[in-house]
């Protein structure tokens, strides 16, 4: 159990340096190359729109065929888009990046099932620690990602190609690491009753609200860490500033996954969960205060710790809304929605920062966020219902 949760963390730090490696210098690459301001961040909004396209395939494919199969085919489909991406760099073609981009999103979206096979390998005490470990591996990611986009942005020309030659290189190493990998079939279980329909399953309030919070730790995450190296640019700071806020926003992101399994087991999952909603409202306060390197690392630290909390809390929550016979069907619901609403972010950033700038664009996502806190709050009251009729019985 403890050697796969090893190797999975270790191949989501992998599949995280290559997407954290896109966020920060695709809309850089993207800018060089594009004709209109708003299209530079044109090739991170692709990455997200192949991890959505890919989402529901993999799942249902990984469940037909098993984790290692498509794990490892995921990494070198990863390879293959950052040799394209450098091509699409090197032919000052735009379409080409991003197609690129499209194929390392495709790999994010068969690497984002990490976290459930961690589930699915762990033992009921050990789930939740086991989810938080594998997401941890994030944390070499966030100084692996900037740091590789920043070595291959002068190390060929024209500019950034290396990153993304680096990139396929990283993906070639998960795919090898991946081969490891032994997750369990499901068995069939005669005496279970037969899987629900999927309206049934995503009718629940559990899983209702377990989606609708970590989409909306996806979509302002995502949104705000696009734009922060062109807003960045904007404001005059240099790429090495840039690079030091995204190392420091991804390790927020990753590095609370040691301990946030631990503080779900005793401090409970909602509350955990609105702790993370508070922490991306302190994001936008901190947006809203200034435009300084101080400025923008501290909300991009808090950012990633929010979105942290949100992301592990909504995936262990919701794990517990489905049975083993309809994990691919609900993984896959709750994924492709949490993507599409990351890709939705991703296509916005360009087009509202230039409409808005960097305060307004941030400040618009506030009652979002209010939403949120709101439906965590129906659900909790709900629970405690039903634990109060259950004690009454």
């Known amino acids: 159990m403890h050697g796969q949760v090893l190797i999975l963390a270790i191949a989501q730090a992998l599949f995280q340096t290559a997407s954290t490696l896109v966020v920060t210098v695709g809309g850089l690459a993207g800018a060089e190359i594009a004709r209109a301001p708003g299209l530079a961040t044109a090739p991170i909004a692709s990455m997200f729109l192949g991890t959505t396209i ?19 085919g995921g990494a070198l489909v990863g390879a293959l888009g950052g040799l394209i991406a450098a091509a699409g760099i090197a032919l000052d073609s735009l379409l080409v990046f991003s197609l690129g981009t499209f194929l390392v999103g495709a790999y994010q979206g068969v690497a984002q099932f990490y976290r459930f096979a961690a589930s699915e390998v762990a033992d009921d005490a050990f789930r939740s620690r086991a989810i938080s470990l594998v997401l941890a591996g994030g944390v070499a990611a966030a100084l692996l990602g900037p ?77 705000a860490m696009t734009a922060t190296p062109l807003a960045m640019l904007h404001d005059h700071h240099g790429l090495d500033a840039t690079v030091l806020v995204i190392q420091l926003h991804v390790l927020g992101m990753f590095l609370p996954s040691f301990f946030t399994g631990t503080l779900i087991a005793r401090c409970g999952i909602l509350r955990i969960m609105s702790v993370g909603l508070l922490l991306l409202a302190g994001h936008i306060t ?51 929605f949490v993507y599409l609403v990351g890709l939705l972010s991703a296509l916005s950033a360009g087009p509202m920062l230039e409409a808005f700038g960097w305060r307004l664009m941030n400040a618009i996502m506030l009652p979002w966020l209010l939403v949120a806190a709101v439906a965590l709050v129906w659900l909790g009251r709900a629970r405690a219902r039903s634990t109060r009729d259950v004690a009454r019985r």
């Open 54 to 72: 890919a989402t529901v395939p993999a799942s249902l494919w990984m469940t037909a065929r098993g984790r290692r199969p498509g794990f490892v």
């Open 147 to 223: 740091a590789l986009g920043k070595l291959g942005a002068t190390l060929l020309q024209p500019m950034y190609a290396g990153s993304f030659l680096l990139l396929a290189l990283t993906s070639l190493l998960a795919a090898g690491l991946l081969l490891g990998i032994r997750v369990p079939m499901p068995q069939p279980d005669e005496s279970a009753a037969p899987p629900r329909r999927l309206s049934v399953i995503l009718r629940q309030p559990t899983y209702a609200v377990a989606l609708f919070a970590a989409a909306t730790g996806a979509g302002v995450m995502v949104l």
């Open 286 to 336: 901190l947006s809203l205060a200034g435009q300084g390197f101080v400025s923008f690392a501290s909300a991009l630290v808090l950012l990633g710790v929010g979105w942290n909390f949100l992301y592990i809390g909504g995936t262990t929550l919701l794990t517990e809304s489905y049975f083993p016979a309809e994990r691919g069907r609900a993984q896959a619901a709750n994924d492709l």
